[in-house]
Every structure is written in structure tokens, then in C-alpha cells.
């Protein structure tokens, strides 16, 4: 099973348009609905089954506290110093063919990254 993902707006379109050349199947949010609040995001994403790939730790918030339905959220928490470093990181989860982000929180950092099972 291919699992898509649905890079948040902090996320550059010019990193997200470059994964896609290179083949991977990750969503932006529509242009269309840019400045959408995090809820709408997470709405979103779960009816299209996608996976959000974010640097906003709100979202964590959301699945724990609020109780909001989620596919799975991969959390970045290292300084985006770059779109290359984005990009590599991104690319590297992407393919990971041992990592299933499907019902999981993943905090991504520098040297390790922790999985935590949804509720």
C-alpha cells in the first residue's frame, strides 16, 4: 500500500513540488484554502487518508487532547535551516520502506525520531 501525505503550509511548495518530480506522493494544502485553521487541516487529511507531514506541534494537541481523528502526523522538530536540509528529511521518511506512519504520531528530530501509537 502507498501511503500519501499532506505536507502542511509551513512546509515550502517549491520542496513539495520537488518530491513530487522526483516521484513521491505528497499533497499541499490547496491554494485554495491556504490560512485554513489546523482542525480543517486535520479534516482534510483524514478524509483523503493522507498523512500530515508539519512543524506545527499543535497538531499534537488536537490528537491528544481534543480527540481528533488522524491518519497519522509526522512532526519535524529540528531548525529548518534550509529548504535542502527539508527536503533531505523529508525525502528520507519517504523512503523508509520499514516505517508505516498509518495510525502513529512521529516526532522527527535530528538524530532519532519517537513513535507514539494514536488513540
Do not use: W
Amino acid at each position: 500500500m502507498k501511503i500519501g501525505y499532506l505536507a502542511d503550509e509551513n512546509i515550502p511548495l517549491l520542496i513539495i513540488k520537488g518530491l513530487r518530480v522526483e516521484g513521491y506522493a505528497i499533497e499541499s494544502i490547496p491554494l485554495s484554502m491556504c490560512g485554513m485553521l489546523d482542525k480543517k487541516v486535520m479534516k482534510y487529511a483524514f478524509e483523503k487518508d493522507l498523512v500530515i507531514i508539519t512543524f506545527d506541534k499543535d497538531f499534537g494537541q488536537l490528537v491528544f487532547k481534543e480527540g481528533l481523528e488522524s491518519k497519522g502526523i509526522v512532526l519535524l522538530r529540528f531548525p529548518p535551516t534550509s529548504p535542502a536540509k527539508v527536503k533531505a528529511f523529508i525525502r528520507e521518511i519517504l523512503e523508509d520502506k520499514e516505517f508505516n506512519p498509518i495510525g502513529k504520531f512521529t516526532v522527527v528530530h535530528e538524530t532519532h525520531m519517537r513513535i507514539v501509537e494514536l488513540p
